[in-house]
DNA sequence: CCGAGTTAGTTCGCAGTTTGGCCTAATTCG
DNA sequence: CGAATTAGGCCAAACTGCGAACTAACTCGG
């Protein structure tokens, strides 16, 4: 069987030599220390499985690199030598991840902590600027984040650019984001022009996957390796994640699942089909559903969270318009659910976008749905939750997908 | 981001020693001489990155274990010491499949090469057996076949069983599988206590999953890392091979494909919902479709294989019935297609079971509608062929996931 | 207050692995 | 037949992780 090559194998060229060794096994102890905690040098050695000797050695490169460091003793009043707990500690490096969106920029930085450090977002009209324009405002916004940074003494590993289309993740070209109206555009390569040489490794992502990996590290160390991200906007897009990884799919194009014909006699797509799954539970659906043409909420000159929040407040008072657009939403958002957990069997579903507004009226029917159409009674039924992260959890995710370079080979971050 | 345990990985529990490098280099020479056949040492250091140095004494350790063979010299007539070609020669191990089906049980043994060794079936009426006896007739199989092996000096690494439903990986039980009527069935522990401790390691393995592997194993080396079997019987089931990697799902019920509702007034399904995929284009739906109940290819008594080949005769004669059959069943089929194409984006779906039998009605239709409903016009869209394995690619996938094993860890075979 | 017992962490020699350089072997070319 | 070229083996060097021995720091019981 053929096996995609990994991080660290690609370093390499799939060989594994003394340094991998000491990469795989360095990146091992970060991976342990963020996912169970900080702990003494003793206990990481029972639990990884390496040498107390090693341990040390190990620890010491890390503490030399500055992504841990010691602190209290572990352990106190218990019987012998206390150890010292050895705690993740990387405030001097983090992840950079920025979103392009229809209506704004949206930038986070994640420390190795997973703590967001810097956040910011611009307005920006892109569907009606072009595509050059657009990377200037990312690779401006880029710029001043890393000036920032600099100054601040946090070095940036790498920055994971969310596009809302099929990003090719080996060469960084956009092939298609319809929203935006762009095609074939070189994302990748005119954001490295602009910024100069001195800058980390950049890549481009689907904004969808990107939510997967931003909902994976919110749980991480609880487990879970397989999980499904649904993304609710105009569109509705689909982060896989199989096996802990992102799941990319020949073309990098999987988690397409906006699409589904779900009901043959339904209404026309912007992708020419009929009755595609966004048309019934994407936003556009839902503001149909929900208000009438002239009702300020569908003004699309507005901010979205205004309009959002509109709406949820008038769920909240119980107003029956909204009310019946939500149960609408939540019958069609559960029959597509069920369909995608047959055939993934993810532990989790998340639905994010704006379809974690309004979890008090979407979770419970999807979840019941889901549970009504399972084919095996006897196995625990997956989970349905509402995403946490709000609208930004893409560029979240292209952070933590930026700093995850750390945790797989530690050495990326010079002493 | 969490990431699951490969085999190498478990072997040291997470940890990378000394040891753990070798099994990896190892492997990496024996996976680059399957897939891209025999060379020099010199060549092979080139291509995969090790040294000269360490090609010697890998091989040479290879050598010992059997599992290569010093041949020809390479590039003769160029200038310069021509290059011995190291070629795979695993004639001395092998890896078992076996799939218990509902009417036969079928057993294959491949090489190292993929060659096939052994192969047999038997009729079993497994459906009217308990567990316990059809178990009893496997291990039976396979106690024979052990015996056999050993007498021809061909050691088995392994044995891995196909059973139709949910099993699971990790201990072994088959959960639930409907055709059969079990239930929580220790299929792996009876069949170690049946056969005694001197046998291999055994696992279970949904079937569809691993038709999907033999159907990755028939096309080594040809960088194909994403692909889609769909299994053709009286259920529909899919097994997914993503990034080279057989895709479990947390349950390991990933690929349960079956059951897409895409005629919400269709047919009742044995599952209990209405209009499911399988009533479509299921071998019971093609039947009823293709001939009246009194029609002796209905007869469940007859062999599957004969009533198949009588249909594709009528086929072949151009009787009308059973095209308009097929067509109908191209037209279902092709529409769940398309929407597994867009949700996982696969290089290639290989349609199994019955559907390959009538490839030369099915494939082209299903592949004009993958075309038609594509979302990106621009990207190349993926392929759709038949299988061709006939009826035993499970059994087939089996034994190559079995011999797997030695391509991951060399050092599993003894020398 | 003190010694025994316990646990943490370091040091050091050792075993295993890959590597680069050097050598020999085998072939072609002029 | 010698020069050039390529393959493959051998060996010391560098690096890794490991186990054992050792030191350090603490609790407990008398």
Redesign the interface.
Same mark, same amino acid.
């Given at each position: 069987?053929?096996?995609?090559s990994t991080a660290e194998a690609q370093r390499? =060229? +799939?060989?594994? $030599?003394?340094a991998?060794?000491r990469r795989?096994?360095t990146g091992?102890i970060l991976r342990h220390l963020r996912?169970q905690g900080g702990r003494s040098r003793a206990r990481l050695a029972a639990e990884?499985? @390496?040498s107390k000797a090693t341990m040390s050695t190990l620890i010491a490169e890390l503490v030399e690199r500055g992504l841990v460091v010691e602190g209290q003793p572990d352990r106190a009043g218990a019987v012998g030598r206390p150890g010292l707990t050895v705690t993740l500690d990387g405030r001097g490096v983090c992840g950079l991840g920025v979103e392009i969106s229809v209506d704004y920029l949206s930038l986070i930085a994640v420390d190795l902590s997973g703590t967001v450090i810097r956040e910011s977002t611009r307005p920006i009209d892109a569907a009606n600027l072009p595509a050059a324009d657009v990377i200037a405002r990312v690779a401006d916004l880029l710029g001043e984040t890393l000036a920032s940074l600099r100054s601040a003494g946090v070095r940036c590993v790498a920055i994971t650019v969310a596009a809302p289309g099929?990003a090719d993740s080996d060469t960084g070209i956009v092939? @298609?984001a319809s929203n935006l109206g762009w095609r074939d555009v070189a994302l990748v390569d005119d954001l490295k022009q602009s910024l100069g040489q001195e800058v980390p490794p950049i890549s481009a992502q689907h904004d969808a996957k990107l939510g997967a990996?931003a909902e *994976?590290?919110q749980l991480?160390g609880r487990?879970?390796? %397989?999980l499904l991200y649904i993304s609710g906007d105009v569109g509705v897009g +689909?982060g896989i994640?199989? +096996?802990?990884?992102i799941?990319? =799919?020949?073309? =990098?194009?999987? =988690?397409?699942?906006g699409? *589904?014909?779900l009901d043959p006699a339904g209404r026309q797509c912007a992708?020419g089909?009929r009755g595609c799954w966004e048309t019934m539970v994407g936003l556009a659906a839902f503001l149909r559903l929900a208000a009438d043409e002239a009702d300020p909420v569908r003004n699309p000159g507005r901010p979205l969270e205004d309009r959002l929040r509109e709406l949820h407040r008038r769920a909240e008072d119980g107003d029956e318009r909204t009310l019946s657009a939500l149960a609408t939403v939540a019958e069609g958002l559960g029959?597509g659910v069920s369909? @995608?957990v $047959?055939? @993934?069997?993810? *532990?989790l579903v998340v639905l994010g976008g704006y379809f974690a507004w309004f979890e008090e009226w979407l979770i419970a029917p999807v979840a019941d749905l889901v549970v009504e159409?399972r *084919?095996?009674p %006897?196995?625990?039924v997956?989970r349905v939750v509402g995403s946490s992260l709000g609208l930004t959890s893409a560029a979240r995710g292209g952070a933590?997908y930026s700093i %995850?370079r750390v945790?797989q080979d530690p050495s990326v971050v010079s002493s």
């Amino acid at each position: 069987m053929a096996t995609r090559s990994t991080a660290e194998a690609q370093r390499t =060229g +799939g060989r594994t $030599d003394a340094a991998s060794m000491r990469r795989a096994n360095t990146g091992l102890i970060l991976r342990h220390l963020r996912d169970q905690g900080g702990r003494s040098r003793a206990r990481l050695a029972a639990e990884t499985g @390496l040498s107390k000797a090693t341990m040390s050695t190990l620890i010491a490169e890390l503490v030399e690199r500055g992504l841990v460091v010691e602190g209290q003793p572990d352990r106190a009043g218990a019987v012998g030598r206390p150890g010292l707990t050895v705690t993740l500690d990387g405030r001097g490096v983090c992840g950079l991840g920025v979103e392009i969106s229809v209506d704004y920029l949206s930038l986070i930085a994640v420390d190795l902590s997973g703590t967001v450090i810097r956040e910011s977002t611009r307005p920006i009209d892109a569907a009606n600027l072009p595509a050059a324009d657009v990377i200037a405002r990312v690779a401006d916004l880029l710029g001043e984040t890393l000036a920032s940074l600099r100054s601040a003494g946090v070095r940036c590993v790498a920055i994971t650019v969310a596009a809302p289309g099929f990003a090719d993740s080996d060469t960084g070209i956009v092939r @298609l984001a319809s929203n935006l109206g762009w095609r074939d555009v070189a994302l990748v390569d005119d954001l490295k022009q602009s910024l100069g040489q001195e800058v980390p490794p950049i890549s481009a992502q689907h904004d969808a996957k990107l939510g997967a990996v931003a909902e *994976l590290a919110q749980l991480a160390g609880r487990d879970v390796e %397989d999980l499904l991200y649904i993304s609710g906007d105009v569109g509705v897009g +689909g982060g896989i994640i199989s +096996g802990g990884q992102i799941m990319r =799919g020949a073309k =990098g194009s999987a =988690g397409e699942i906006g699409h *589904l014909p779900l009901d043959p006699a339904g209404r026309q797509c912007a992708c020419g089909r009929r009755g595609c799954w966004e048309t019934m539970v994407g936003l556009a659906a839902f503001l149909r559903l929900a208000a009438d043409e002239a009702d300020p909420v569908r003004n699309p000159g507005r901010p979205l969270e205004d309009r959002l929040r509109e709406l949820h407040r008038r769920a909240e008072d119980g107003d029956e318009r909204t009310l019946s657009a939500l149960a609408t939403v939540a019958e069609g958002l559960g029959a597509g659910v069920s369909i @995608l957990v $047959d055939i @993934l069997d993810p *532990l989790l579903v998340v639905l994010g976008g704006y379809f974690a507004w309004f979890e008090e009226w979407l979770i419970a029917p999807v979840a019941d749905l889901v549970v009504e159409r399972r *084919l095996n009674p %006897d196995t625990e039924v997956c989970r349905v939750v509402g995403s946490s992260l709000g609208l930004t959890s893409a560029a979240r995710g292209g952070a933590h997908y930026s700093i %995850d370079r750390v945790f797989q080979d530690p050495s990326v971050v010079s002493s």
